[in-house]
């Protein structure tokens, strides 16, 4: 069972940016974010592809993203981040890690991911 460490949250004014980190136990492939808002469906953000794929590195993003966050990821250390630019109000949510045991499933599904962090909140205000 792989465990997922979630850190970064926080509150920042729109405009403003944020950098979420999560760390895994042990090995995963894909690895990425996904949020969901009070009400709201759980949304995807971002995911990168192991290392150890032919599709190495290659990430996704969220449609709502269109160039404000940057998702990377350490393979070494078992790491991925989401660096978040131009916060809006409307990125307020609960933040999840989320990393895939194996290579199957759409990176952008999130019934594809095996193990979950407990989430952090980012809040941006207006």
């Known amino acids: 069972q792989v465990q997922l460490a979630e850190s970064g949250g926080g509150l920042v004014q729109a405009g403003g940016s944020l950098r979420l980190s999560c760390t895994a136990s042990?090995?995963?492939?894909?690895m990425g974010w996904f949020r969901q808002a009070p009400g709201k469906e759980r949304e995807f953000v971002a995911a990168?592809?192991?290392?150890?794929?032919?599709?190495?590195?290659?990430?996704y993003y969220g449609d709502f993203v269109k160039g404000r966050f940057i998702v990377s990821r350490d393979n070494a250390k078992n790491t991925v981040a989401l660096q978040m630019f131009s916060l809006k109000p409307e990125d307020t949510a609960v933040y999840y890690c989320?990393?895939?045991?194996?290579?199957?499933?759409?990176?952008?599904?999130?019934?594809?991911?095996?193990?979950w962090g407990q989430g952090t909140q980012v809040t941006v205000s207006s």
């Open positions: 989320a990393a895939k045991s194996g290579l199957a499933g759409e990176n952008s599904d999130y019934e594809s991911y095996d193990y």
């Open positions: 042990g090995r995963t492939f894909g």
């Open positions: 990168v592809v192991a290392a150890v794929h032919w599709s190495s590195g290659r990430t």
